[in-house]
């Protein structure tokens, strides 16, 4: 932690404690004056998902109604919605961020951005039109779905860069080359984020669009995405440390964990006014790189998400993660990049069938035992595999589902 985060730290502390609800009830007792150094942060308590809902609507604002301008929310779909409204100094503040994220992609002002993800309450697609906006270049504001009409604009606006979902990426990606347009299109990179996503699934999308795509994080809670960004080298994504502290965590101890460990990401927002957040728990899962990066960038860096820990789904006694059957896949030649988990509980036993897609001219009764036993000899449990042609699995215009676990219905 720098001098002048932990400055910016305590100034947004001292911020909370007088202006947030939220935070008097969570910190009561606590001063700012008592966080003396940068290890008395992790005597602050912990916030999570679960906190913000129970201060559902608006428990999380700490300005005046006059001074909010937005609110975004989150889905809402496994709780209570979580409503996070912003001055315009945070919205400023995020449009600058994302212009930042398009700069390291090396995205212009020459260039056209066509924006797939949902707007309105969701974050997303305001997200990458505000930092568009501010960057210069021209938004194609499309939202999400109408494949048809994304295609035509696509081609007949002459976009250079995809704004997406890997999921939805990937669906064009099919579209496109299913119809023979690659020569019609002008895309030269993407922007992809909202989910976890493989190498292989990576490497089809870059491959079919003819494209260098970059990852892009963010979550609702914490401005939206563009709080960090792969560089051109492609080897950890940069974090805006001037605006954001970011901590790694084990999810068992709460306890910190060394730079390069895998843990649980904390961020603290250092300068919002409209509802910020100390020490959140993210539950996504990732690391801090140690050191500069190669390209020269002075902001520090973390590693993709590899999954979250309420992703987290044990069967047979085994805890297993998305990323670990991304990463498994990666390694058995022949296997596509969708896959599909069914997890049952048959007569007292978990089961647990994975359908995957298959590269053209495999033998598919092959492919599923070797699946079988990597899954075996990696993750520790015996499962059903079933193969399947490229296109039969769903897909998606927003994020994949990709585990179904169907034991509690």
């Not at 801090?288 to 993709?304: A, E, M, N």
Request: with cysteine; net charge negative.
């Amino acid at each position: 932690m720098t001098e002048l985060q932990f400055k910016n730290f305590i100034k947004q502390l001292d911020y909370v404690l007088k202006n947030s609800p939220f935070y008097q009830k969570m910190f009561a007792g606590i001063e700012a004056a008592d966080i003396k150094t940068p290890e008395d942060i992790r005597k602050l308590p912990l916030s999570n998902k679960g906190d913000l809902r129970e201060v559902y609507p608006l428990g999380l604002q700490a300005v005046p109604d006059e001074e909010v301008v937005r609110i975004h929310s989150s889905s809402g779909t496994t709780g209570q919605p979580i409503i996070i409204p912003y001055t315009a100094n945070d919205v400023d503040v995020w449009g600058e961020m994302f212009k930042r994220c398009y700069e390291v992609a090396g995205i212009t002002r020459q260039d056209r951005i066509q924006i797939t993800p949902g707007y309105g309450l969701w974050t997303a697609g305001i997200g990458f039109q505000n930092g568009c906006e501010k960057l210069g270049a021209m938004a194609i504001p499309m939202g999400p779905g109408n494949t048809e009409k994304q295609l035509k604009m696509m081609v007949d606006l002459k976009s250079t860069v995809l704004a997406s979902t890997s999921s939805y990426a990937l669906l064009l990606a099919e579209q496109v080359q299913a119809r023979g347009m690659k020569d019609q299109i002008c895309l030269r990179k993407g922007i992809i984020g909202s989910e976890r996503w493989g190498d292989k699934m990576r490497a089809r999308i870059m491959n079919e669009l003819g494209i260098e795509i970059y990852d892009i994080y963010g979550l609702t809670e914490v401005y939206g995405p563009g709080i960090s960004i792969d560089c051109s080298l492609h080897n950890g994504l940069h974090y805006w440390d001037d605006y954001l502290y970011f901590e790694i965590i084990d999810p068992q101890t709460l306890e910190p964990v060394p730079d390069g460990k895998y843990g649980e990401l904390v961020i603290t927002t250092l300068c919002k006014e409209g509802a910020p957040l100390i020490r959140y728990r993210t539950h996504d899962m990732t690391r801090l790189l140690p050191g500069q990066c190669p390209c020269g960038l002075p902001y520090p860096r973390h590693d993709r998400i590899i999954g979250r820990t309420d992703d987290m789904i044990k069967v047979k006694g085994v805890n297993i993660y998305p990323g670990q059957i991304d990463e498994l896949l990666r390694d058995v030649e022949g296997v596509s990049s969708e896959y599909q988990v069914f997890v049952d509980h048959v007569n007292g036993r978990d089961e647990m069938l994975l359908n995957f897609e298959m590269e053209p001219g495999v033998v598919a009764e092959s492919l599923e035992q070797q699946v079988i036993h990597f899954f075996k000899s990696r993750i520790g449990i015996k499962i059903s595999a079933r193969g399947h042609a490229i296109g039969e699995l769903p897909r998606s215009e927003k994020k994949s589902v990709r585990i179904i676990d169907r034991r509690f219905e």
